[in-house]
Nanobody, 118 residues
Framework: QVRLVESGGGLVQPGGSLRLSCAAS????????MGWYRQSPGNDRELVAR????????SYADSVKGRFTISRDNTRNTLYLQMNSLKIEDTAVYYC???????????WGQGTQVTVSS
């Protein structure tokens, strides 16, 4: 059974940092490109960052470039997103999934809420 469990979100002040984790199970994690996505109220879900199956970083959204770092540990079946210099506009529910996101048949985890506020 496919499962993606995101964690590490929370409330942080502008300029702060958070590290998100995504524990994957039920599929061969190391075979898949992975990505972090986010969705804020009233907006479509957007791709934030993506990484190759072996750990090569493929791309970041322009809005997070230079502030966020995606990484993975295939021995732990875990995807990470280090978020620094957080801005109010980074507030969203963050999800991990394969890239493209359709490779798990439309499955999405519950996400983790990131709120940036003073």
């Amino acid at each position: 059974q496919v499962r993606l469990v995101e964690s590490g979100g929370g409330l942080v002040q502008p300029g702060g940092s958070l590290r998100l984790s995504c524990a994957a199970s039920g599929f061969t994690f190391s075979n898949y490109f992975m990505g972090w996505y986010r969705q804020s109220p009233g907006n479509d879900r957007e791709l934030v960052a993506r990484i190759g199956s072996a750990g090569s970083v493929l791309s970041y959204a322009d809005s997070v470039k230079g502030r966020f770092t995606i990484s993975r540990d295939n021995t732990r079946n875990t995807l990470y997103l280090q978020m620094n210099s957080l801005k109010i506009e980074d507030t969203a529910v963050y999800y991990c999934n394969t890239f493209p996101s359709t490779r798990l048949g439309g499955y999405w985890g519950q996400g983790t809420q990131v709120t940036v506020s003073s």
